[in-house]
């Protein structure tokens, strides 16, 4: 690899604050490999990864390393994309994941430890990607437009992050999220939903939630979406159409193995763009973030975003 300039992004509060206490470490194992040629930027503000990102892509850096959770690296995505041109694949992103649900650590195949995903940073190898583009309506009724990585979700994913949020995001990985959902199953109701497929097919019903997403696993390893890949062209979309808190429960383990998918409370087809709509309020997240509220648009943006990968996965160049 021929590095030119790189700039870390990190997120010291991401993971309740853990990023902050492994940040010397990589800052020391990036620099060994890059030296002056490695700026090291810390974050202080919601929406300030983005804002440093934008730079670096303008200023023609050749990499952004993103050092923090789903969260810091959606904010550093839509920072990168934010030209408007639904793409920025001159600027390559590394990540090295240390938040709360490590959901695109996932579904991209990453190494589990720090040093080992930034070894992969190191190889030098990359896959372009596709990315989410989502539209929705804030309180108020402005509207708004963000991109994603991994997922959104409408209905039970809203409330698990509203709820991981409200905690501090003190509840970490499996079980922060699952003992979220078990509970959040025993007591939320379903929401009458319409969801339409590539403008055409139309699924309005009782559901419990709806997930869009570009990746197979969401926060603390549960395989919503098993056959989802990066470079198809389409969107993954899950329907939980559970009615009872029986068939909840009964259903939960097995979100983990994408053994949910045998059953008929689940409605799963691919698309290259989805309308969700709700005649009532229903918390919408994207990448583990709190957006707003239903209606939303979402649509698939080809070959969108270069990313450091392991050399067994993902779209090489």
């Avoid at 509203?162 to 999220?177: A, L």
Wanted: overall charge neutral.
């Amino acid at each position: 690899m021929n590095p030119h300039e790189i700039t870390a992004i990190i997120n010291p509060v991401s993971a309740n604050g853990k990023t902050r206490i492994i940040a010397g470490t990589v800052i020391e194992s990036l620099r060994r490999h890059f030296g002056s040629s490695l700026t090291v930027r810390m974050t202080s503000r919601r929406n300030e990864a983005a804002d440093i990102a934008r730079e670096a892509a303008s200023n023609g850096n050749e990499a952004v390393i993103a050092v923090g959770g789903d969260g810091t690296i959606n904010e550093i995505v839509n920072g990168l994309l934010s030209s408007g041109n639904d793409g920025n694949s001159a600027c390559a992103l590394g990540i090295i994941s240390s938040g709360t649900g490590r959901g695109l650590a996932q579904s991209l195949g990453l190494p589990p430890t720090i040093e080992e995903q930034a070894r992969v940073i190191l190889s030098g190898n990359t896959g372009v990607i596709e990315v989410g583009k989502i539209r929705w309506t804030e309180n108020g009724g402005s509207q708004r437009l963000r991109y994603f990585v991994n997922e959104c979700q409408a209905g039970i994913g809203g409330h698990v992050v509203r709820s991981i949020e409200d905690s501090g995001k003190k509840r970490n990985g499996f079980m922060g999220f699952g003992l979220t959902t078990l509970k959040l199953a025993l007591t939320l109701k379903n929401f009458d939903i319409r969801v339409s497929i590539d403008g055409d097919g139309m699924y309005e019903m009782p559901m419990f939630g709806v997930v869009v997403a570009n990746g197979t696993h969401t926060g603390g390893g549960m395989n919503l979406t098993p056959n989802a890949k990066f470079d198809d062209g389409k969107l993954d979309v899950l329907m939980i159409c559970t009615k009872s808190v029986i068939s909840r429960l009964a259903n939960l383990p097995k979100i983990y193995s994408a053994n949910h998918l045998k059953s008929s409370r689940f409605i799963y087809v691919k698309a290259r763009s989805v309308r969700i709509d709700s005649s009532e309020p229903v918390l919408l997240e994207a990448d583990g973030e709190l957006l707003g509220t239903l209606p939303a648009e979402i649509s698939v943006v080809p070959n969108a975003l270069r990313v450091y990968i392991p050399t067994n996965g993902g779209r090489h160049e």
